[in-house]
């Protein structure tokens, strides 16, 4: 049986860490939206604004992180049942893209389904940002869905 853990995954934090990136003064992501530290986004940021410390960098992943994976957790129930890896990817692409995006997505149709493969199929699909294919979104998207692949015990 499955253990309720809500706190993320540390390979949740991980993908966050690696993908987004750590910038300690606020910057435009490719999308067009004021970000600091590792993807953090927010109506406090602001283009010229202060710069963070990586402590501050941290507790803002940890928050943002454990919102979108219960998030994730919240529309996929069944992600419960899986493996941390699963919930991970699923976690990482709601920090990444946002828990609405995922809740209208084929991909959370499969996820409930537990179509995997179709699940891996549909997660490659979302590598663009501000209209353009990312080479950064074409890898996180990958490390995602060899995640999705991983089988539970």
């Known amino acids: 049986m499955a253990i309720i853990v809500s706190e993320p995954p540390e390979q949740m934090l991980d993908l966050c860490r690696r993908y987004e990136g750590l910038r300690l003064k606020p910057y435009l992501c490719p999308a067009g939206i004021p970000t600091v530290g590792y993807g953090h986004t927010g109506q406090e940021v602001r283009i010229g604004g202060p710069a963070i410390t990586l402590k501050f960098a941290e507790e803002l992943l940890y928050e943002d992180a454990r919102t979108h994976y219960l998030s994730a957790m919240k529309s996929s129930p069944c992600l ?74």
Do not use: M, Q
């Not at 209208?104 to 996820?111: D, F, N, P, T, V």
């Open 80 to 153: 419960w049942l899986e493996t941390d890896g699963r919930r991970s990817a699923i976690g990482d692409f709601c920090f990444n893209l946002g828990p609405t995006r995922y809740r209208a997505s084929i991909l959370k149709r499969r996820i409930e389904a537990r179509n995997w493969v179709g699940a891996v199929e549909e997660i490659k699909k979302w590598v663009f940002g501000g209209g353009k294919k990312l080479p950064g979104l074409v890898l996180r998207r990958g490390e995602e869905s060899g995640l999705l692949k991983e089988k539970t015990s």
